[in-house]
Nanobody, 124 residues
Framework: QVQLVESGGRLVQAGASLRLSCADSGRTSSDYAMGWFRQTPGKEREFVGALGRRDITGRYADSVKGRFTISRDNAKKMGYLQMNSLSSEDTAVYYC?????????????????WGQGTQVTVSS
C-alpha cells in the first residue's frame, strides 16, 4: 500500500522560500513518476510540476517556472518541492502524487496515489 504524506506547509510572507516534503511510506518501488499539485477552495486541482521516472529536470506550470523546483531522493523515498519568491497567488493546499507510468504527467488523472495535502499560506 502506498502512503504519501506531505509536510512543510505553513504561513510565510511574500518573497519567502519554503520547501515541501513528500514521504512515501509504502512498500513500493522508488522508481515512479512524481507530481505536485495545488488547490484553492472552489477551484480545480492545478498542476504545479512533475518529474518522470528517470527525469531530473522536470516540467512545470508557467505560473511557477523559474521559482519552483522538484527533486527526489529515491533511496529515502522522499520528494521535495522547493518554492522561492512566493506570492499570495501561491496560497493553496499542496498535494504530492505518485504514478506508475514513465511520466512526467501534468494530468492529475495519470496519478494513482495522493497525499492528504499541506497548507501553504502566503501573506502579502
Amino acid at each position: 500500500q502506498v502512503q504519501l504524506v506531505e509536510s512543510g506547509g505553513r504561513l510565510v510572507q511574500a518573497g519567502a522560500s519554503l520547501r515541501l516534503s513528500c514521504a512515501d511510506s509504502g512498500r513500493t518501488s522508488s522508481d515512479y513518476a512524481m507530481g505536485w499539485f495545488r488547490q484553492t477552495p472552489g477551484k480545480e486541482r492545478e498542476f504545479v510540476g512533475a518529474l518522470g521516472r528517470r527525469d531530473i529536470t522536470g516540467r512545470y506550470a508557467d505560473s511557477v517556472k523559474g521559482r519552483f523546483t522538484i527533486s527526489r531522493d529515491n533511496a529515502k523515498k522522499m520528494g521535495y518541492l522547493q518554492m522561492n519568491s512566493l506570492s499570495s497567488e501561491d496560497t493553496a493546499v499542496y498535494y504530492c502524487a505518485k504514478a506508475s507510468g514513465v511520466g512526467p504527467f501534468s494530468n492529475p488523472d495519470e496519478y494513482h496515489y495522493w497525499g492528504q495535502g499541506t497548507q501553504v499560506t502566503v501573506s502579502s
